[in-house]
C-alpha cells in the first residue's frame, strides 16, 4: 500500500502562488482534489505515469499546473494566480491504473493523502 504525503500548503494572497508536493512510490496515475467544509471532494488536476496526460479542471485552467518527477517518487502542483475560491484542503491521490483512467473521477482513486490547507486571502 503507498503512503502519499503532501506538503506546500499555507497561507497568501490573492494573486500569489503556492506550490503542493506530493510524495509517492510506486508506478500509478495521479490527481490533485480539494475539498471544503460542507462540499464534495472536488477534481482538480491530474497527471498519468507517462505525463503525457493532465487534463484539469476549469476553474484552474491556465493558472494551475500539475506535474511529476518520477525519478524522485513526486507529484507537484503548481498554483499561480490564485483566488481565495481556492481555499480548500488539497489532496493528493494514487490509481494503480498508470494510463486510461477517468482521473477526473475521484473514485479512480484507491489511494489517499492526509491533505494540506491552502487558505488564499483576499
Known amino acids: 500500500q503507498v503512503q502519499l504525503v503532501e506538503s506546500g500548503g499555507g497561507l497568501v494572497q490573492a494573486g500569489g502562488s503556492l506550490k503542493l508536493s506530493c510524495e509517492a512510490s510506486?508506478?500509478?496515475?495521479m490527481g490533485w482534489f480539494r475539498q471544503t467544509t460542507g462540499k464534495e471532494r472536488e477534481f482538480v488536476a491530474g497527471?498519468?505515469?507517462?505525463?503525457?496526460?493532465?487534463p484539469y479542471a476549469d476553474s484552474v485552467k491556465g493558472r494551475f499546473t500539475i506535474s511529476r518527477d518520477n525519478t524522485k517518487n513526486m507529484l507537484y502542483l503548481q498554483m499561480n494566480s490564485l483566488k481565495p475560491e481556492d481555499t480548500a484542503v488539497y489532496y493528493c491521490?494514487?490509481?494503480?491504473?498508470?494510463?486510461?483512467?477517468?482521473?477526473?473521477?475521484?473514485?479512480?482513486?484507491?489511494?489517499w493523502g492526509q491533505g494540506t490547507q491552502v487558505t488564499v486571502s483576499s
Open positions: 510506486g508506478r500509478y496515475t
Open positions: 497527471i498519468n505515469w507517462f505525463g503525457n496526460s493532465t
Open positions: 491521490a494514487a490509481s494503480r491504473v498508470v494510463a486510461g483512467a477517468d482521473m477526473t473521477r475521484a473514485g479512480e482513486y484507491e489511494y
